[in-house]
C-alpha cells in the first residue's frame, strides 16, 4: 500500500494525512496487527462546503461525527484498516497523545496542538489503523521559530496562555459583545498563530464548533 494512494483517497472527500506514527506489535490500545495509525482530519477551505452538501446535514445531531463515520469507515474497509474516531465510545482514544508521537504536531505555548501546516487549526475526524507498515513523513515544530508567540497574548480576558486554559473565563468572556468575533470567526488565539493564518479554514467552520462549545 503507497502513501499515496491513501491520500488520493482521503482528498476525494477533502480530507488529510496529518501524520500518523509505527506501532509497536503487541502494543496496547490498538487493534491487533496495527503496525501504523494514521491521523485523518479537514482537508483545506473546501472540506466545510463539501461537508453540507452531505446527507448528513438533515437537521439531526451530530452530522459531522455521523459523516465521520461513515466515509472514513467506508475508507477503513477499502484500505483492509480499521477505522477509530475520538468521539463516542467507550473505549477513548488519546487523538492528543497519538498526535504528539506524530512528528507532525507538538503542544503549543498555549498548550494546544499545533500542525505543521494547519497550526492551531488542526482537528481530528479519525484515524485509520493499518497492518502495514509504512513510511511516514515528519516536519519542524513550527513553534521553534516563532519568535512574536502571538498565541500567548492573543485572547482579551487572559482565559488561555502559557498557564493554561480558565474555561469559566473564556465562556464568560463569549457572552459579552466583544467575544462575538471568537463565535463567529473562531479563537483569536488558534488565529493569531502565523501557520494557522496560512491555512486557508472558512470561518463559517469556525462558528460552527464554537457554536458547539458554548451553546
Same mark, same amino acid.
Given at each position: ?19 500518523? @506514527?509505527?506501532?509497536?506489535?503487541? &502494543?496496547?490500545? @490498538? ?92 482537528? @481530528? ?47 464568560? @468572556?463569549?457572552?459579552?459583545? &466583544? ?24 470561518? &463559517? ?11
Amino acid at each position: 500500500m503507497a502513501l499515496a494512494q491513501i491520500e488520493t483517497a482521503l482528498a476525494a472527500h477533502h480530507l488529510a494525512l496529518l501524520g500518523g @506514527f509505527a506501532v509497536d506489535p503487541g &502494543e496496547e490500545g @490498538f487493534p491487533p496487527g496495527t503496525r501504523t495509525l494514521l491521523l485523518i482530519g479537514p482537508g483545506g477551505p473546501g472540506y466545510w462546503s463539501h461537508l453540507k452538501a452531505q446527507p448528513e446535514c438533515d437537521g439531526a445531531p451530530d452530522p459531522v461525527d455521523r459523516w465521520s463515520r461513515r466515509v472514513i469507515g467506508r475508507l477503513a474497509c477499502d484500505l483492509g484498516a480499521k477505522a477509530l474516531f475520538p468521539f463516542g465510545g467507550p473505549p477513548h482514544r488519546p487523538f492528543f497523545a497519538w498526535a504528539l508521537r506524530s512528528g507532525r504536531c507538538w503542544q503549543s505555548p498555549v498548550r494546544l496542538l499545533v500542525h505543521d501546516r494547519q497550526g492551531l487549526w488542526i482537528s @481530528f475526524r479519525g484515524a485509520l489503523a493499518l497492518r502495514e507498515a509504512l513510511d511516514l513523513p515528519t516536519a519542524p515544530n513550527p513553534c521553534d521559530s516563532c519568535a512574536a508567540k502571538p498565541c500567548l497574548s492573543a485572547c482579551p480576558p487572559g482565559a488561555l496562555g502559557a498557564g493554561g486554559y480558565d474555561l469559566p473565563a473564556c465562556h464568560g @468572556f463569549l457572552d459579552t459583545a &466583544e467575544g462575538g468575533d471568537c463565535l463567529t470567526g473562531g479563537c483569536l488565539v488558534r488565529r493569531a498563530c502565523p501557520v494557522s493564518a496560512s491555512y486557508a479554514r472558512m470561518p &463559517e467552520q469556525s462558528a460552527y464548533h464554537m457554536g458547539l462549545f458554548h451553546r
